[in-house]
């Protein structure tokens, strides 16, 4: 069982930035993708950015290509978004994933056995 836990949202202007973090149960031995999706209201999940298990390979969603960063500190076990140019757009429950694979993590939500409760990010205007 992998546990995830998301922290970080909250409620930034337009043009702003939020960092947001996903700490994991992850052993440092573990091979495990991990990826950052998200669900505005009426809308399915979206993919956001994956990392693999190295940290060394990212892919990420075109329209957060520039804006978005993901990153993971295999020694905490945690894994990073840095949301920088934020936009009304993503306003939405961010929440991280972990997918038992060693390169990078699958675009959809329902390849994904374990998630995090997620963490709020609102835009205003």
């Known amino acids: 069982q992998v546990q995830l836990v998301e922290s970080g949202g909250g409620l930034v202007q337009a043009g702003g930035s939020l960092n947001l973090s996903c700490a994991t149960s992850?052993?440092?031995?573990?091979?495990?993708?991990l990826t950052w999706f998200r669900q505005a209201p009426g809308k399915d999940r979206e993919f956001v950015a994956t990392?693999?298990?190295?940290?060394?390979?990212?892919y990420y969603a075109e329209s957060m290509k520039g804006r978005f960063t993901i990153s993971r500190d295999t020694a905490k076990n945690t894994v990073y978004l840095q949301m920088n140019s934020l936009k009304t757009d993503d306003t939405a429950v961010y929440y991280c994933?972990?997918?038992?694979?060693w390169g990078l993590g699958s675009v959809s939500p329902a390849e994904y056995e374990y998630w995090g409760q997620g963490t709020q990010v609102t835009v205003s205007s």
């Open positions: 992850l052993r440092t031995s573990d091979t495990y993708a």
């Open positions: 994933a972990a997918d038992k694979y």
């Open positions: 990392i693999t298990w190295s940290g060394k390979v990212t």
